[in-house]
């Protein structure tokens, strides 16, 4: 299996579309909000002097959430090209066992969307410091990293299962468009989850990735955050908070972070056990 892992991560950055592409939905949230999201955002903060350090850390916290989701997806399309190519038969046909093959396209998956993400999380805090913001301490760093390799797990589980239904490489494009264009939406990027209906601020918290947002957004956000929010600003954090995504409520409950974590835990186990049912149905 490791070697198939190799093989297949040769493969994906050998391709620098494949690359390319995989970030392209990072590309655009970065580009709306140096254009103008930025200025809306932090226009309706303009009474703190770091506001535009609050919403800079927000964004770039959404941004690691949805790399794992896409970057994850785009590693599958390997898996995809080896299918519509008969590929797979070679692999098959070989003494290589089924189980390593399945296990060495989702091992791949997950490596290529942490080193990704790790990537994205560079160039964030690049980005952040060019502002005057301050860079995440080493503290909130290992908190960060270990929200990635979580969100990375739960999201190669969840794309994984999508991939097992998917046999042609323009379904498998067609699904990278309509993931790519969504996931801003259902992690609150494009707009707070503040701003939206009831029913469909629901639907962003059951949304696995939304709660590797808030997660993150917690400990990006918790400098800039406690700087803003001091005497009597700090009445104004809770809903602020609630507003913009960084905690959720079920009801009146807040939901604590280790059920975000239990959340993440639980669907990358879960679609992974979907997935392998659905690719060993079709074996039969």
Do not use: C
């Not at 998956?109 to 860079?135: D, E, K, P, R």
């Not at 067609?174 to 601020?201: D, H, M, R, W």
């Not at 918290?205 to 918790?222: E, I, N, Y």
């Not at 059920?259 to 079709?282: N, P």
């Amino acid at each position: 299996m490791i070697g198939f892992t190799k093989r297949n991560l040769l493969v994906f950055f050998r391709d620098k579309a494949s690359v390319f592409f995989s970030l392209l939905a990072s590309f655009i949230i970065i580009g709306l909000y140096i254009l103008f999201l930025g200025r809306v955002y932090s226009a309706g903060l303009s009474s703190f002097e770091n506001a535009k350090e609050i919403m800079d850390n927000w964004v770039m916290a959404g941004l690691l959430s949805i790399t794992t989701v896409t970057t994850t997806m785009g590693a599958f399309g390997i898996m995809i090209n080896d299918k519509t190519r008969k590929i797979n038969k070679d692999f098959i046909s070989s003494p290589i066992k089924r189980w390593s093959i399945s296990g060495g396209y989702v091992f791949s998956a997950f490596i290529i969307g942490v080193i990704l993400s790790l990537v994205t999380l560079v160039l964030s805090q690049i980005y952040i410091a060019a502002n005057n913001g301050t860079l995440i301490g080493i503290s909130a760093l290992i908190k960060v990293l270990g929200i990635i390799l979580l969100s990375a797990f739960a999201n190669t589980a969840l794309t994984f299962f999508i991939i097992s239904f998917i046999n042609s490489e323009n379904a498998f494009s067609t699904a990278s468009t309509i993931v790519g264009t969504v996931i801003g939406f259902l992690t609150g990027i494009y707009i707070p989850i503040g701003n939206l209906p009831s029913s469909v601020q629901w639907v962003i918290k059951l949304f696995p990735p939304s709660h590797a947002a808030s997660l993150l957004r917690k400990v990006m956000m918790d400098d800039a955050m406690t700087k803003a929010f001091t005497g009597e600003a700090s009445k104004y954090a809770p809903s602020f908070r609630e507003a913009m995504g960084i905690t959720f409520k079920y009801g009146s409950r807040e939901i604590s972070d280790a059920l975000s974590i239990i959340i993440l835990l639980s669907t990358g186990a879960l679609f992974f056990a979907l997935a392998i049912w659905s690719v060993s149905g079709k074996r039969k």
